[in-house]
C-alpha cells in the first residue's frame, strides 16, 4: 500500500525558511517521479514543484522558483521541500504526491498534507 | 487563473448520472491523460479516475472520458458520498507543470 507521511509544517515569520519532508513507503521510491502540491485556506488545489526519480530533473511553479527548492533522498525513500523567504500567500496545507512514473509527474496519490502558517 | 476550466458547482439527485467537464488547449489535456481528484471537506485529496482507468477501491459509478481538449467524469448513479471538491490535473509541456482546474463543487441534493 503506497503510503506519504509530510512532515515539518509549523508556524514561520516572513522571510523565515522551513524544510517539508515527506517520507514513503510501499512502493520503489526510485523509480516515481514526486510532487509537491499546495492548498491556501478555502482556495483550490496549486501544483508547487516536482523532481524525477533519479532527482535529475526539477520543475517548479513560478510562484515559488526562486525561493523553494525540491529534493530527495532515494536511500532514505524521502522527498524535500526547502522553502526560503517565506510570504504570507505561502500559507497552506503542503501534499506530497507522487507521480505515476520515474519521468511522468502527473499524479496518482496523495499523502494528509503538512500546514504551513507564515505569519508574523 | 487556472490552467484547467472546470464549472464551479454541479448538482444531481441520488441515483443521477452527472457530468463534470475539464477544458483545456493542446499543451495540456490533448496531448496527456487527464487525473480527477476527489476532496471531501478539505481533506487529503483521492484519486478517483485517471484517464479512463480506474484505481483500486474506487466504485465503478465512476468513469472517464476525452474528447479533444476536454475531459469528463460521470458518476452514474450519484450517491451521498459522492458529495465533495473535483478537481481534474494533467501535465502541461509548454509550462512544464502540473496544471490544475479550480475545482467543481458537486452537491447531492
Known amino acids: 500500500e503506497v503510503q506519504l507521511v509530510e512532515s515539518g509544517g509549523g508556524l514561520v515569520q516572513p522571510g523565515g525558511s522551513l524544510r517539508l519532508s515527506c517520507a514513503a513507503s510501499g512502493f520503489t521510491f526510485s523509480s516515481y517521479a514526486m510532487n509537491w502540491v499546495r492548498q491556501a485556506p478555502g482556495k483550490g488545489l496549486e501544483w508547487v514543484s516536482a523532481i524525477s526519480g533519479s532527482g535529475d530533473r526539477t520543475y517548479y511553479a513560478d510562484s515559488v522558483k526562486g525561493r523553494f527548492t525540491i529534493s530527495r533522498d532515494n536511500s532514505k525513500n524521502t522527498l524535500y521541500l526547502q522553502m526560503n523567504i517565506l510570504r504570507a500567500d505561502d500559507t497552506a496545507v503542503y501534499y506530497c504526491?507522487?507521480?505515476?512514473?520515474?519521468?511522468?509527474?502527473?499524479?496518482?496519490?496523495w499523502g494528509q498534507g503538512t500546514l504551513v502558517t507564515v505569519s508574523s | 487563473q487556472s490552467a484547467l476550466t472546470q464549472e464551479a458547482s454541479v448538482s444531481g439527485t441520488v441515483g443521477q448520472k452527472v457530468t463534470l467537464s475539464c477544458t483545456g488547449n493542446?499543451?495540456?489535456?490533448?496531448?496527456?491523460?487527464v487525473g480527477w481528484y476527489q476532496q471531501i471537506s478539505h481533506g487529503a485529496p483521492k484519486t478517483v479516475m485517471f484517464g479512463n482507468s480506474l484505481p483500486s477501491g474506487i466504485p465503478d459509478r465512476f468513469s472517464g472520458s476525452k474528447s479533444e481538449t476536454t475531459a469528463s467524469l460521470t458518476i452514474s448513479g450519484l450517491q451521498p458520498e459522492d458529495e465533495a471538491d473535483y478537481y481534474c490535473?494533467?501535465?502541461?509541456?509548454?509550462?512544464?507543470?502540473?496544471?490544475f482546474g479550480g475545482g467543481t463543487k458537486l452537491t447531492v441534493l
Open positions: 493542446s499543451n495540456n489535456i490533448g496531448s496527456y491523460a
Open positions: 504526491a507522487k507521480g505515476r512514473g520515474a519521468v511522468d509527474i502527473k499524479i496518482d496519490y
Open positions: 490535473s494533467t501535465w502541461d509541456y509548454s509550462l512544464s507543470a502540473v496544471v
